[in-house]
């Protein structure tokens, strides 16, 4: 079946920039997404990308798209402890979650 | 936030008791779904409808079933929970199939 793939933990200090990988099998998704869970919340939708394009920028967001080699990341520029959650991309063409990555990020 | 409510919130059942739990969304969106988050595996789809009546599987439907007899309406039924079903059951709805999702709070479940 169709997978989508994330590490599951990143540790990083305020201040820093964060980046979160992600590699997908489906290429049939219009859209590629990513979302935050805060700790006992569901998940909320941070932001999305089309799939024809190569990246996005959204204040201190960036994604990027590599679609030959279907890799998505998200980019957290100047990292906040308010940014400790875990981040999940989907590509919703087959209704597919990644399993989430932790972010910490230490004082 | 999206109007979705999921209920109950929490509840704690005993091995082999059928359990329902309900999604009701506000937005008139045509899909909904339901996913399972275990740590490790993170989201796992369940089943979705996309309508009312119209109901598909998803990755992990073994020991589920739904109904959706109400657009704004989405169920799910443990027939007899099992301690493998013990997790946090999240509900979710969009537009379209490739839309952007909307969550619900979430029913964290534990079958002892």
């Known amino acids: 079946g169709e997978d989508v793939e994330q590490s599951l933990f990143l540790s990083v200090r305020e201040g820093d920039s964060s980046v979160i990988n992600c590699t997908y099998t489906?290429?049939?998704?219009?859209?590629l997404y990513w979302y935050k869970q805060e700790p006992g919340a569901g998940l909320q939708l941070l932001t999305y990308?089309?799939?024809?394009?190569d990246m996005k920028q959204d204040q201190r967001l960036t994604v990027l798209l590599n679609k030959k080699d279907k890799h998505l990341s998200l980019r957290i520029a100047d990292t906040q402890t308010g940014d400790s959650a875990i981040y999940f991309c989907?590509?919703?063409?087959?209704?597919?979650f990644g399993a989430g990555t932790r972010l910490t990020v230490k004082p | 936030d999206a109007g979705i409510t999921q209920s109950p919130r929490h509840k704690v059942t005993e091995t082999g008791t059928p359990v329902t739990l309900r999604c009701h969304q506000t937005?008139?969106?045509?899909?909904m779904y339901w996913y399972r988050q275990d740590p490790g595996h993170g989201l796992r789809l369940i089943h979705y409808s996309y309508g009312v009546k119209d109901t598909d599987k998803g990755e992990v439907s073994d020991g589920y079933s739904v109904s959706r007899s109400k657009t704004e309406d989405f169920l799910l039924t443990l027939e007899s929970a099992t301690s493998s079903q013990t997790s946090v059951y999240f509900c979710?709805?969009?537009?379209?199939?490739?839309?952007?999702?909307?969550f619900g709070p979430g029913t964290r479940l534990t079958v002892l």
């Open positions: 937005e008139n969106h045509r899909y």
């Open positions: 989907a590509a919703p063409g087959d209704m597919r």
């Open positions: 990308i089309f799939s024809n394009m």
């Open positions: 979710a709805i969009s537009l379209a199939g490739v839309d952007t999702q909307y």
């Open positions: 489906d290429s049939s998704s219009t859209y």
